[in-house]
């Protein structure tokens, strides 16, 4: 099998200079013939054939590189020697090579040489006014049908070639999307847990006399937050792995708007001051319900991190028709700096996720120093009100 291989593969490399050699054999083959069957001896007409049968068969060899030139002593060699075959073999190349004006006009001179030297030749002009026609266009046939095979195989393969390298662009591309919407939920879904357990621990480097039971409940809550955070981390993971959701709703661990109470919970046994409002239906939507959650999360991640110990109101409605507002408001923050490094990616994350949803985004200090985050979504089959729901000053 390798040894076949080898074989065609050295056939492939050869094969255009192969047959041009094939073709200069039979083209000289058939003028030996031709100059040898008229008789005992060669006199000087047969050399004379022969010698124009010689050259035009051998300009067979640069067929390809010159098929119109080598097309044009064919046809000479036709109408002085009435030599056919190199001729019909030189129309064979050009027509593979190209159909148009020059092919035409080299087809009918080709026709008319071979009347011409019919009629010359002592043969009845008619007989080759109707056999020409078949003769010459055989030839001119074949070429033209095996150089539209051609152009048909290179053009398909060309589109080939071309979807393939489309598809690979919308692969990477796609692989550029989903690296980017990986990155963004695992920051909604480790951000906020760890940012509990950087509140907790400061908790305890800000009050080390706190008592034993105050660090015991402290530690368990470290431990609590740090193992639904790996929870979280090995389901997101998980998914990833098996995840063949369109929209990528599967990632989302805690996708639903009746966790709010749950969210809203872990922040107030971190020791931050949160207090809830929400009036939410039963039916809302679950895309809704997942980027409000987000929406809530990222806000109190906010507030972990760079207004610890800043009370903070958590205020959620909706009702079909007139869409869902979430609003988390904090007041000024007693201390100053972040216990966490900020990525810069969360506000700018919610933002796009609540544009994707057909809402809006507002976000910007109140005027008691606080800090307001407001997103505002439709509802399916609402309509957006006249009015903002809120407004940040």
């Given at each position: 099998?390798?040894?076949?291989?080898?074989?065609?593969?050295?056939?492939?490399?050869?094969?255009?200079r192969?047959r041009?050699?094939?073709?200069?054999?039979f083209?000289?083959?058939?003028?030996?013939?031709?100059?040898?069957?008229?008789?005992?001896?060669?006199?000087?007409?047969?050399?004379?054939?022969?010698?124009?049968?010689?050259v035009?068969?051998?300009?067979?060899?640069?067929?390809?590189?010159?098929?119109?030139?080598?097309t044009?002593?064919?046809?000479?060699?036709?109408?002085?020697?009435?030599i056919?075959?190199?001729?019909?073999?030189?129309?064979?190349?050009?027509?593979?090579?190209?159909?148009?004006?020059?092919?035409?006009?080299?087809?009918?001179?080709a026709?008319?040489?071979?009347?011409v030297?019919?009629?010359?030749?002592?043969?009845?002009?008619w007989?080759?006014?109707?056999?020409?026609?078949?003769?010459?266009?055989?030839?001119?046939?074949?070429?033209?049908?095996v150089?539209?095979r051609?152009?048909l195989?290179?053009?398909?393969?060309?589109?080939a070639?071309?979807?393939?390298?489309e598809?690979?662009?919308?692969?990477?591309?796609a692989?550029?999307?989903?690296?980017?919407?990986?990155?963004?939920?695992?920051?909604?879904?480790?951000?906020?847990?760890?940012s509990?357990?950087?509140?907790?621990?400061?908790?305890?480097?800000?009050?080390?006399?706190?008592?034993?039971?105050?660090?015991?409940?402290?530690?368990?809550?470290?431990?609590?937050?740090?193992?639904?955070?790996?929870?979280?981390?090995?389901?997101?993971?998980?998914?990833?792995?098996?995840?063949?959701?369109?929209?990528?709703?599967?990632?989302?661990?805690?996708?639903?708007?009746?966790?709010?109470?749950?969210?809203?919970?872990?922040?107030?046994?971190?020791?931050?001051?949160?207090?809830?409002?929400?009036?939410l239906?039963?039916?809302?939507?679950v895309?809704?319900?997942?980027?409000?959650?987000?929406?809530?999360?990222?806000?109190?991640?906010?507030?972990?991190?760079?207004?610890?110990g800043?009370?903070?109101?958590?205020?959620?409605?909706?009702?079909?028709?007139?869409?869902?507002?979430?609003?988390?408001?904090?007041?000024?923050?007693?201390?100053?700096?972040?216990?966490l490094?900020?990525a810069g990616?969360?506000?700018?994350?919610?933002?796009?996720?609540?544009?994707?949803?057909?809402?809006?985004?507002?976000?910007?200090?109140?005027?008691?120093?606080?800090?307001?985050?407001?997103?505002?979504?439709?509802?399916?089959?609402?309509?957006?009100?006249?009015?903002?729901?809120?407004?940040?000053?």
């Amino acid at each position: 099998m390798r040894r076949l291989r080898r074989w065609y593969a050295w056939w492939v490399r050869h094969a255009p200079r192969l047959r041009d050699v094939m073709f200069v054999g039979f083209s000289l083959l058939t003028i030996v013939a031709q100059a040898a069957s008229g008789g005992s001896g060669w006199g000087s007409h047969d050399w004379f054939v022969f010698a124009a049968g010689t050259v035009a068969s051998l300009a067979l060899f640069w067929r390809r590189r010159f098929p119109s030139i080598v097309t044009v002593i064919a046809i000479a060699a036709m109408l002085t020697a009435a030599i056919f075959v190199p001729m019909g073999l030189a129309l064979l190349t050009l027509s593979i090579r190209r159909r148009d004006l020059v092919l035409a006009v080299l087809g009918v001179a080709a026709y008319a040489a071979f009347v011409v030297n019919g009629w010359y030749g002592g043969g009845e002009l008619w007989v080759s006014l109707f056999t020409g026609p078949f003769l010459v266009g055989t030839w001119i046939a074949i070429g033209a049908y095996v150089g539209a095979r051609r152009d048909l195989m290179v053009t398909l393969r060309d589109r080939a070639e071309r979807a393939e390298a489309e598809r690979e662009l919308r692969g990477e591309q796609a692989r550029l999307g989903e690296r980017a919407r990986i990155a963004q939920e695992m920051h909604d879904v480790l951000a906020h847990k760890v940012s509990l357990i950087a509140l907790h621990a400061g908790g305890l480097e800000v009050n080390p006399a706190v008592g034993p039971e105050k660090v015991e409940g402290s530690a368990r809550l470290i431990r609590e937050t740090a193992r639904q955070a790996m929870e979280d981390l090995r389901e997101v993971l998980g998914v990833l792995r098996t995840d063949v959701s369109e929209a990528g709703a599967d990632l989302a661990p805690v996708p639903q708007a009746a966790d709010l109470d749950r969210l809203v919970e872990a922040s107030r046994d971190a020791g931050v001051s949160v207090s809830g409002r929400f009036a939410l239906p039963d039916d809302v939507p679950v895309s809704i319900g997942r980027t409000v959650y987000r929406v809530v999360q990222e806000s109190l991640t906010n507030v972990h991190k760079h207004a610890r110990g800043a009370s903070t109101e958590v205020f959620v409605r909706g009702m079909r028709g007139e869409g869902v507002t979430a609003r988390v408001t904090n007041v000024r923050p007693v201390a100053a700096g972040s216990l966490l490094p900020g990525a810069g990616a969360g506000l700018v994350g919610l933002r796009e996720r609540v544009q994707l949803a057909g809402g809006r985004l507002m976000t910007g200090p109140t005027p008691e120093g606080g800090w307001q985050v407001e997103a505002w979504l439709p509802w399916p089959d609402g309509r957006e009100p006249a009015e903002p729901v809120g407004e940040v000053r």
